[in-house]
């Protein structure tokens, strides 16, 4: 992965197995994209227990970790990486809160999950944990830098 212009951030997503198995994996990335961000990294991942307890180890020893593990191995997962400016701000705006019933709507819980650890997706939540997450799923060499004719009429001043 190659430096990020100044202005710009990477962050990850990952769509979940509710997500996945909900056929939005397409309608939800198209959400970012229509945005404006960049996918420079995707792809499809049968996550291993132990990927996924280091994913959520910050909740280890909380009464919901073993869900969280379980939810997250139970189908396929979509990773991916988004580029762009603000990236980590944005995704999280356009996620909405953790907790469905409290996501606005507009945002991609507030619109399509209902309960609990059925929210669709996960988003970094700052740069460090950004740097990190995306360590932890992709290797460098699946995170690729490219220039795209749309970017100058998205990000241009």
């Known amino acids: 992965m190659t430096t990020a212009e100044p202005h710009r951030e990477y962050t ?3 769509v979940k197995p509710d997500g996945v198995q909900r056929a939005l994996v397409g309608a939800l990335l198209g959400r970012f994209e229509r945005r404006g961000l960049k996918i420079v990294g ?3 991942v049968a996550v291993a227990r132990a990927l996924a307890e280091r994913h959520y180890a910050e909740h280890q020893g909380k009464f919901f970790f073993d869900d969280l593990v379980d939810h997250l191995t139970a189908a396929p997962v979509v990773a991916a990486v988004l580029e762009g400016p603000e990236a980590i701000r944005i995704v ?4 909405g809160s953790t907790r469905p019933w409290e996501a606005a709507p507009g ?16 988003a970094s939540d700052a740069p460090e944990t950004a740097a990190a997450e995306i360590a932890l799923w992709f290797d460098p060499a699946e995170v690729y830098a490219y220039t795209r004719e749309l970017d100058r009429w998205v990000l241009e001043d």
């Open 12 to 14: 990850l997503i990952l």
């Open 42 to 44: 995707l792809k499809m």
């Open 92 to 95: 999280r705006s356009m996620v």
């Open 107 to 122: 945002t991609i819980r507030g619109d399509l999950a209902l309960h609990g650890l059925r929210n669709l997706i996960h």
